[in-house]
């Protein structure tokens, strides 16, 4: 079955960190472009960002929001992506999904994780 | 940065058809994706290029792409098709979505 699984929210105090985590199965995740997009509570979608394959550059592109604050990365041998959230804003609060970006599709996210919650708050 | 417009709120009549605009400027240079998204769900991919379907979705979706204009139509509306919806572009190495648009079924 193709599944993205995210994990990693919580409960953090503005300025903090947390690194939120996405275990990919089902697909072959080392040729997958993968993206980070979030919701905030009540609101509409925000792309975060993504990172190319490995054979393609592994390099990232960032929404403007976040640039220089949120760094992601991936770990092909455990088919899992990563997203490095530091110096964290009360406006970063809302649910981070792990979208997988579909080279048939023309990169449209073909494939979403359920989500994780992310509160940051004092 | 690129904005795309989407109406707040759109209504449809059981069976009848409904039409969500995603406006942009000069948008029919780029690719737009449609996205559905239920209440606690993550969204779905519904059309892909301006007017590709995933495998899966119903021919009842269809799109277009003109101008400063996409849209998306989905015809013999059914109470199922009520979620939000999103379009989708790239721009200057960024994704941008459109401000969402509520499609409610009568």
């Not at chain 1, 394959?53 to 640039?67: F, I, L, R």
């Not at chain 2, 277009?64 to 013999?76: F, Q």
């Amino acid at each position: 079955e193709v599944q993205l699984v995210e994990s990693g929210g919580g409960l953090v105090i503005p300025g903090g960190s947390l690194r939120l985590s996405c275990a990919a199965s089902g697909f072959t995740f080392n040729n997958a472009w993968m993206s980070w997009v979030r919701q905030a509570p009540g609101k509409g979608l925000e792309w975060v960002g993504r990172i190319k394959s490995k054979t393609d550059g592994e390099t990232g592109d960032y929404a403007a929001p976040v640039k220089g604050r949120f760094t992601i990365s991936r770990e092909d041998s455990k088919n899992t992506l990563y997203l490095q959230m530091n110096s964290l804003k009360t406006e970063d609060t809302g649910v981070y999904y792990c979208t997988r970006g579909s080279g048939t599709y023309y990169g449209a996210s073909d494939i979403w994780g359920q989500g994780t919650k992310v509160t940051v708050s004092s | 940065s690129y904005e795309l417009t989407q109406p707040l709120s759109v209504s449809v009549a059981l069976g009848q058809t409904a039409s969500i605009s995603c406006g942009g400027n000069n948008i029919e240079r780029k690719n737009v994706h449609w996205y559905q998204q239920k209440p606690g769900q993550a969204p779905v991919l519904v059309l892909y290029t301006d007017y590709l379907r995933p495998s899966g979705i119903p021919e009842r979706f269809s799109g277009s792409n003109s101008g400063n204009t996409a849209t998306l139509t989905i015809s013999r509306a059914q109470a199922g098709d009520e979620a939000d919806y999103y379009c989708q572009v790239w721009d200057s190495s960024a994704y941008v979505f459109g401000t969402g648009t509520k499609v409610t079924v009568l």
